[in-house]
């Protein structure tokens, strides 16, 4: 059942039916407590529902379970990028990337995560985020190789 309500939730989410995304999600995880993936759904919906510390909470609860599970370790670097904490979301992703080197996403927030201390080595996690399969993170991977070269970071 827990697996439905998750897949139902997953679904609702995509829908944008985000307080019945989160009904099932909350019900998935009342059925599956350590599932990683169920709290990581639930926190994309308590994000997108306004409540960040939650969210940011559950990334916590995932990423210590799972350390080198992309998703969730990309969700929580980010939302520490966002605080600023640019060296715990670097030690958030390392596990992902000693699991999954060619990890776009995760070496996308490296990269980012480096910017600011090391971009001779930030710019060495560009090459895989550019090869992504998702076109925003393409962008996002060109624009920080044009802003560690010294480049406008938007197109001209």
Same mark, same amino acid.
């Given at each position: 059942m827990?697996?439905?309500?998750y897949?139902?939730g997953?679904?609702?989410?995509e829908?944008?039916d985000?307080?019945?995304?989160?009904?099932?999600l909350?019900a998935a995880?009342?059925e599956?407590?350590?599932?990683?993936?169920?709290?990581?759904?639930l926190?994309r919906?308590?994000?997108? %529902?306004?409540?960040?510390a939650?969210?940011?909470?559950l +990334?916590? #609860? @995932?990423? /210590?379970? =799972?350390?080198?599970? *992309?998703?969730?370790?990309r969700?929580?670097?980010?939302a520490?990028?966002?605080?600023?904490?640019?060296a715990r979301?670097?030690r958030?992703?390392?596990?992902?990337l %000693?699991a999954?080197?060619e990890h776009?996403g995760a070496? +996308?927030? #490296? @990269?980012l /995560?480096l =910017?600011?201390?090391? *971009?001779a080595?930030?710019?060495?996690?560009?090459?895989?985020?550019g090869r992504s399969?998702?076109?925003?993170?393409r962008?996002?991977?060109?624009?920080l190789?044009?802003?560690?070269?010294g480049?406008s970071p938007?197109p001209a």
């Amino acid at each position: 059942m827990g697996k439905d309500l998750y897949r139902d939730g997953m679904a609702r989410l995509e829908a944008g039916d985000t307080p019945e995304a989160r009904r099932l999600l909350e019900a998935a995880l009342r059925e599956s407590p350590g599932d990683v993936k169920v709290m990581h759904a639930l926190s994309r919906v308590l994000d997108e %529902a306004g409540e960040r510390a939650r969210a940011v909470e559950l +990334l916590e #609860l @995932a990423h /210590a379970k =799972a350390p080198s599970e *992309p998703d969730p370790a990309r969700d929580l670097a980010m939302a520490l990028l966002e605080r600023g904490d640019d060296a715990r979301a670097a030690r958030v992703v390392e596990p992902v990337l %000693a699991a999954h080197p060619e990890h776009p996403g995760a070496n +996308l927030v #490296l @990269a980012l /995560a480096l =910017a600011k201390t090391d *971009p001779a080595r930030a710019r060495a996690h560009l090459a895989p985020a550019g090869r992504s399969e998702d076109a925003e993170e393409r962008e996002q991977a060109a624009a920080l190789a044009r802003v560690l070269s010294g480049q406008s970071p938007s197109p001209a």
